[in-house]
């Protein structure tokens, strides 16, 4: 561990959110001085602290024990290659492009991987004015349901959440060149490219 590395990471995300010494010690219940240890290399937080640190400075614990923000340039930005996550505890969907941990209600969700469109979740797009209406003849029962539609460009996301025992059918506006993806809850994620 490299204490004037995760010091100058402290130093540097303090600073980007605009707090003094002072403020992030009140917070977590240190001395100022506390805090100027850390960033100057001279001591580490304590093990029982480094959660509420990573919290106010809006990091993960990780990156405060390894010290350093990893960029992420391998698929960020690019839309196309965007990621989708589902928690099957209360149905919150996360989506984005690159390489990142999502955890929700406490579990470290996984990206959706792309099924092969079957029969029982083929989609239908027609052109109704400026718009794309799409349709999936599936059950929208509460135990089987479409999640969300989401129709993603080079430069845009749409997406779309659907509810059991509603019609799934969505619109988007006509932008050329993009893909739509699909969630089953059952079966998982599906693209109409």
């Excluded at 109704?128 to 479409?146: L, P, S």
């Amino acid at each position: 561990m490299n204490l004037n590395k995760t010091g100058e990471l402290l130093k540097s995300l303090r600073k980007s959110k605009n707090m003094t010494q002072k403020e992030i010690a009140d917070k977590i219940g240190v001395l100022p001085k506390t805090v100027s240890k850390w960033e100057t290399g001279h001591g580490f937080p304590d093990v029982s602290t480094i959660s509420s640190i990573a919290e106010i400075l809006g990091v993960s614990s990780d990156t405060i024990l390894s010290g350093e923000l990893k960029t992420n340039t391998e698929d960020s930005g690019n839309m196309k290659r965007t990621k989708y996550y589902v928690c099957n505890n209360c149905g919150s969907i996360v989506q984005g492009t690159g390489n990142f941990g999502v955890t929700c209600c406490g579990k470290e969700l996984k990206a959706l991987e792309l099924n092969k469109s079957d029969e029982r979740h083929k989609i239908k797009v027609e052109e109704i004015e400026n718009d794309y209406y799409i349709t999936i003849n599936h059950e929208m029962t509460k135990e089987h349901f479409i999640e969300f539609v989401s129709y993603v460009t080079y430069d845009k996301v749409l997406t779309v959440r659907l509810y059991p025992e509603q019609e799934a059918a969505v619109r988007f506006p006509k932008i050329h060149g993009g893909k739509i993806y699909y969630c089953c809850n059952k079966h998982g994620l599906f693209c109409n490219s």
